[in-house]
């Protein structure tokens, strides 16, 4: 990188209105001097290797090279709208940015000629779109013209600015809205675009920041090296040495933003009156949107957003995130450090510095689960411009304009579900959509429960490792127009989060299941997490009809072992703690049954055995029947599965059973622990008399008899001591590492 300092230097009275001048030229007629003059095209890459900084341009004297560079990119991409005639481009002024429907609504409607002529040439657009739908209709040519269509309409959207690019965006993620072809298309919106003039640039920095960039910065490039939808990106040094990154936001913006949502939600009303089939609340959408859009207006918003998410997620391990220069940073600037990345979907740079992608992407996925489920702030836009691998081989966050919120319950709505759906419990599942607000609470489930049966037995087929949330998706969106389901709001962007990741996922690895991934985390949670809503689903989960299913517990112990942060002696001794609290009661007895029976069978095998050795060594013979061993159904034998969980736990890093060890006199001492042990000792003691008195005077079998008795009351993983399914199995989860 060169090192060229700017000069500071006294400007004109006449400089600054040549500058004005100037951008009001460019503004009003997007007149652009001859291509011929262009040297060379902006670098949109913000991650080229030989980008060199140097000193900014006089600002009076626009060069024509730099404006031509922005017309020959302009001329081959789709041209933004520039701001509306007689609107500056100061926007300095304007206090925190607050989205306000009434307001807007009451700013527009004295505004006549301007609204019109909106209106009129977003008609023009959208109607030769329309148009051209409903000539491949009559022609019959629509099944092979769709991809065309849907490839016009994102195009139009581009065409039509900001506003209509995120509403692209925003309803790439709704599939009870939009047919899966364009979907696919929409998500293509996070597109780069054409930049805007670096003399606009300049004049916002020195209104944001109160002085010339070159009394600013040390130094800048010459032109931004990426422009997206909102702002556009310079790299810069300051004059302490730091190396950053400049996003300067795009002229009129806010106008031009509130002017379209002012359109589309009128609109919105509109439909919503008119056509009975929208059962989604399309002016709630509009709402949710325009309050998103109006947040990434303003850069102190999202440096804010950078700091949270910095302190929240940054010390995950292989997680990183760029610092806010706040000195240098304003509504309209954004300054941070700078992050030399490659995108994770630029395979061969990554991999040829060394860095494993797929270990990056597994990192996104953690990263994302905290996100969604455990604090509930996460990123709505992690498209792959914006998850950059760094050289030391990190996972690297960029843009926090569009950050949204999972409510407590809302996250453990999602957590149940996942759990649900693994252990294909579709009662369950049809409950969590009432809770998660996808039905209304009086929605009959009847007809529901086995379609989603239905849908998911497709989608999974016989493991989570098939699932991807794309399929789901795709297979959920037929349902969602058969039965009253309505995407709320916060969960179209989690999807879209999810689904954009999954696609980064599946480029770098095409069988990357974000699901197979997910589950050792969710595990983790049901294990140590206190709250009331997960250990209640841990005890739906481990108990059905008053018996323990021991092979969920063992799949639970080992899918958590492979979440990162999983402690297992941490587990333990929560564990210890709620059984023997009050809340532990339900689960306390039916644990002292399942130790009843299973200490009781154990010792009668013990005995039998005894009593045969004894026979043999006085040479007696003994009858068959007292000698037999007592037959256990792989499902009762609950000592086998107590085994296999201490197995488990032994090979669980970081297990240490003398840290049980040390519980034991603390919890011996607890009323519940004394209550137990009476609890267990009183019948086991029952069971050896019933057995004993059964054996002297009524049956010729006593063990087998009594055995039957047992185990038609024992439902063990889904199993009846007598063989019939009382449930499904859950599905099988390959380990994930
Ligand atoms: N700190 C940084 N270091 C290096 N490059 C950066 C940095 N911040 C942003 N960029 C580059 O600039 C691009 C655009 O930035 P950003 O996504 O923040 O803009 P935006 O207008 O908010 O975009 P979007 O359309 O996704 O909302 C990024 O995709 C990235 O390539």
Not at 575 to 594: M, V
């Amino acid at each position: 990188m060169s090192q060229v300092n700017f000069e500071p230097r006294e400007r004109s009275f006449w400089e600054c209105k040549g500058l004005a001048e100037d951008i009001v030229t460019i503004v009003n007629t997007n007149k652009l001097p001859p291509k011929s003059l262009s040297p060379a095209k902006p670098q949109l890459d913000s991650n080229l290797p030989n980008m060199t900084i140097t000193q900014l341009q006089p600002i009076n004297s626009v060069s024509p090279a730099t404006i031509d560079v922005s017309s020959e990119f302009v001329e081959e991409h789709h041209p933004l709208p520039q701001p509306p005639e007689g609107t500056t481009p100061d926007e300095s002024n304007q206090p925190a940015l607050r989205y306000d429907p009434v307001a807007i609504a009451d700013y527009y409607r004295s505004r006549v000629f301007q609204v019109w002529g909106r209106l009129l040439s977003i008609m023009v657009k959208f109607g030769s779109f329309a148009l051209g739908l409903w000539l491949d209709g009559k022609r019959g040519k629509k099944v092979k013209t769709d991809r065309k269509r849907a490839i016009q309409l994102r195009i139009t959207l581009t065409e039509l600015g900001p506003a209509f690019i995120k509403v692209g965006q925003a309803l790439s993620t709704r599939p009870d809205l939009v047919p899966p072809l364009y979907l696919e298309e929409l998500t293509k919106l996070q597109d780069q675009l054409p930049p805007f003039p670096n003399e606009l640039a300049y004049q916002f920095i020195e209104e944001e920041l109160g002085d010339r960039p070159e009394n600013i910065y040390a130094e800048l490039s010459p032109d931004p090296l990426a422009a997206a939808s909102l702002g556009q990106v310079y790299k810069g040094k300051l004059k302490t040495g730091e190396i950053v990154a400049v996003k300067v936001q795009r002229p009129g913006l806010s106008e031009n933003i509130a002017l379209d949502i002012y359109l589309l939600r009128t609109l919105a009303q509109w439909a919503k009156k008119t056509f009975k089939f929208i059962r989604s609340d399309l002016v709630a959408i509009m709402d949710e949107f325009g309050g998103r859009i109006y947040e990434e207006m303003d850069y102190n918003h999202e440096g804010r957003n950078a700091e949270r998410f910095r302190q929240l997620y940054g010390n995950i391990q292989d997680i990183y995130v760029p610092r806010i220069y706040w000195d240098y940073t304003g509504r309209r600037v954004l300054t941070m450090e700078w992050i030399n990345g490659s995108k994770l979907t630029n395979l061969e740079e990554v991999t040829a510095q060394g860095i494993d992608a797929r270990y990056l992407i597994e990192v996104g996925v953690q990263c994302s689960l905290r996100q969604l489920l455990e604090h509930g702030f996460f990123h709505a836009d992690p498209h792959p411009g914006n998850l950059l691998a760094s050289p030391e081989g990190k996972l690297v966050y960029l843009d926090f304009g569009m950050m949204s919120e999972v409510k407590p319950y809302q996250r453990y709505g999602l957590l149940e579900a996942v759990v649900h759906l693994v252990n294909r419990d579709f009662e369950g599942l049809a409950k969590d959509y009432v809770k998660l607000e996808f039905l209304t609470p009086d929605t009959d489930l009847s007809p529901i429960i086995p379609a989603l049966e239905k849908v998911f037995n497709n989608a999974l087929g016989a493991s989570v490792a098939e699932l991807n949330f794309k399929s789901i998706t795709d297979q959920l969106s037929d349902l969602m127009y058969e039965y009253p389901f309505r995407v709320p709001a916060y969960y179209a962007l989690i999807i879209r989060s999810l689904v954009t990741l999954e696609g980064i996922a599946i480029n770098v690895d095409p069988n990357f299941k974000v699901l197979s991934k997910a589950y050792p985390y969710v595990a983790k949670r049901l294990l140590t997490d206190p709250s009331v809503e997960l250990r209640t689903s841990l005890k739906d989960l481990l108990f059905k009809e008053g018996s323990f299913r021991w092979n969920r517990l063992e799949n639970l112990l080992k899918n958590a072992q492979h979440s990162d942060d999983y402690d297992i002696n941490e587990v333990l001794n929560q564990t210890l703690d709620f059984l023997f609290s009050e809340r532990g009661e339900f689960i306390r007895e039916q644990l002292a049954n399942e130790f009843v029976k299973s200490i009781d069978t154990a010792s009668r095998n013990a005995l039998t055995k005894a009593q045969s050795k004894v026979a043999e060594w006085m040479g007696v013979k003994v009858a068959s029947t007292s000698a037999k061993e007592v037959k256990l159904t792989p499902d009762q034998n609950n000592l086998e599965h107590l085994q296999r969980i201490v197995n488990i736990l032994q090979e669980t890093k970081g297990f240490d059973p003398m840290l049980l060890v040390q519980r034991v006199p603390s919890l011996i001492v607890k009323p519940e622990v004394q209550h137990l042990s009476q609890k267990v000792a009183g019948e086991l003691a029952q069971r050896a008399a019933a057995r004993l008195i059964r054996e002297l005077f009524l049956s010729s079998d006593p063990l087998i008899s009594e055995d039957n008795q047992l185990g038609s009351s024992i439902q063990v993983n889904g199993h009846s001591a007598n063989g019939k399914s009382v449930s499904k199995q859950p599905l099988s989860l390959p380990p994930s590492r």
